[in-house]
Structure formats: structure tokens, C-alpha cells
């Protein structure tokens, strides 16, 4: 369990709003788990909400507000808090990333990380000329862990065709690379489609974004821009978001004439 007592509420308004929670939880002589059979969730989850690791759902602010009598305080912090932009905020992103249910992405440059080699990993992290390659390219690695979970997420997945056709220089880094993929072939909780060239222009012309499904907490859109990134917890964002990955994948190939183009494509390597 995260260590609320850890964070700065300065850093952000997540890290704010959970410890006001904590704040008012103490006051309130309750255990975390008190708190969470109070407000009707795990105290597993109110750990992380105090923690600034998971994000709150409105439905939990308006309970804090009830079980507190805070006269609608966390209900009106609460779109700060949703909207909230994360600076550096990759590292914090693989915490809500380990922690869903469904992951849903759409990538328009690069394999998704998940699915990432560990040398198509390294070919891509020296672009960016990192100062610690090597650290850089364990952490990906270890973020992959949760695949081997038994609970490991639903994942699906829709590639831009241009991902497939941009290499590195040593052809076999790709061709393994390709190869991993077509191993998620008949795995159940993976779904790998590719969006050709042939479909136009696609849905996101902006760029490539990731849907995480949680089990608990508000489920978030994640997307990243020119040194920056953003998570974004608001509801009526994620619907939009969703809505935009549903027309990806309707303009996407089926999963078995993806599976047939990446095959196609490592047996040319």
C-alpha cells in the first residue's frame, strides 16, 4: 500500500484532493478501510486516492462530502482534479496503467510499449538520446510484467499502417519485433488490429492516446505531446475519447487480416 505520508499536496490538485481525504479521515478517527466501507469502495482504493495514484470518481467526492460534512468541498475540487494535467507524468501513468481492468490504444508512431521488444524498445528510446539508456529500457521491460499476471488486463490494440513501416536500420530488430506480435495471436485477452493506408485520413489525426478501463477509481484517457502528457479522469472525456476509438477500429482491418499483413511483413525481413 502507497504511503500517503509520502506526498507533497503542492504537487498537484490529485495529490491535493487525496490528502484533504487523509486529512479528514484522521479527523474523523477511521481507518482507510473505515473510510471505504463508509463510502461504499475498497480501503484499498482509498490508499491510492490519498496517495494521488488512482484517480477519484465525482461519485466518491460526493460521498467524502456526506460521510465528512464538508458542504460539497471535494464535489467542487473535483474538476480540478479531473482535468488535472500530470507533469512528467509517464511515471505516475504506469501506476494507473498496472492497476486496469481493459486497456484500449490507439498508436500512430510506434508499437505500443506493452507489446514492445526489448531491442525494438532500445532502437526507439535512442532517437530521444536518453541519458540512461539501459535504466530506460529495464523500466519498459519491467513494466510489462503485468501481461504475465493472472488478472493482466484486456488489451486491444489498433496500429497505424506507418507503424509497421517504420524500421529500425538492423532489419531482424523489426522482424522480431513483428514476430511478438503475431505471438498474441490466439491469446485471449489481446486484440491487434492495423488501420491501413488505404483507410485515409484516421479519426485521431492528433496523435495516439490510450484508454485504461479500472477497477476502481475514475477511468482515465492518457496521451502525450511534445515533452508533456496528460491524464485526463473526466467522464464526459473518456466518452468522447471512446467514441473516437470505436471509429479506429471500425475503419481498421479485422484481427485476422492484421495478423495476415504482419506476417506478410516479417516474412519480407
Excluded at 36 to 61: D, H, N, Q, W
Excluded at 76 to 103: K, M, Q
Excluded at 200 to 216: I, K, N, R
Aim: hydrophobic share 40%; charged share 25%; aromatic share 10%.
Amino acid at each position: 500500500m502507497p504511503n500517503p505520508n509520502d506526498l507533497d499536496p503542492s504537487r498537484s490538485p490529485l495529490a491535493f484532493f487525496g490528502s484533504e481525504v487523509r486529512l479528514e479521515r484522521e479527523k474523523a478517527d477511521m481507518s482507510q478501510q473505515d473510510l471505504g466501507k463508509a463510502l461504499y469502495c475498497s480501503g484499498a482504493l482509498v490508499g491510492y486516492i490519498e496517495a494521488a495514484k488512482r484517480y477519484p470518481t465525482l461519485e466518491f467526492a460526493e460521498r467524502c462530502d456526506e460521510v465528512f460534512g464538508t458542504g460539497g468541498f471535494f464535489v467542487r475540487l473535483w474538476p480540478l482534479v479531473s482535468r488535472f494535467v500530470l507533469p512528467h507524468s509517464f511515471r505516475h501513468y504506469v501506476d494507473f496503467e498496472a492497476g486496469a481492468r481493459a486497456i484500449r490504444t490507439y498508436q500512430a508512431q510506434t508499437i505500443y510499449g506493452l507489446l514492445q521488444t526489448e531491442a525494438y524498445a532500445r532502437a526507439v528510446m535512442c532517437t530521444s538520446r536518453h541519458e540512461d539508456l539501459d535504466a530506460m529500457v529495464a523500466a519498459r521491460m519491467e513494466r510489462q510484467r503485468i501481461l504475465q499476471r493472472p488478472e493482466a488486463p484486456k488489451i486491444w490494440v489498433v496500429l497505424d499502417e506507418a507503424v509497421l513501416c517504420r524500421r529500425p536500420e538492423d532489419d531482424d530488430v523489426m522482424r522480431i519485433q513483428l514476430q511478438r506480435l503475431l505471438d498474441y495471436r490466439y491469446d485471449p485477452k489481446m486484440v491487434i488490429q492495423v488501420l491501413p493506408f488505404r483507410a485515409g485520413f484516421p479519426a485521431s489525426l492528433d496523435g495516439s492516446f490510450t484508454l485504461l478501463t479500472m477497477d476502481e477509481g475514475a477511468d482515465l484517457v492518457y496521451s502525450e505531446g511534445v515533452g508533456t502528457a496528460q491524464v485526463l479522469a473526466h467522464p464526459k472525456e473518456f466518452e468522447r475519447a471512446g467514441f473516437r476509438y470505436d471509429l479506429l477500429r471500425t475503419a481498421a482491418l479485422s484481427a485476422e487480416e492484421s495478423w495476415k499483413l504482419i506476417a506478410s511483413l516479417s516474412e519480407e525481413l
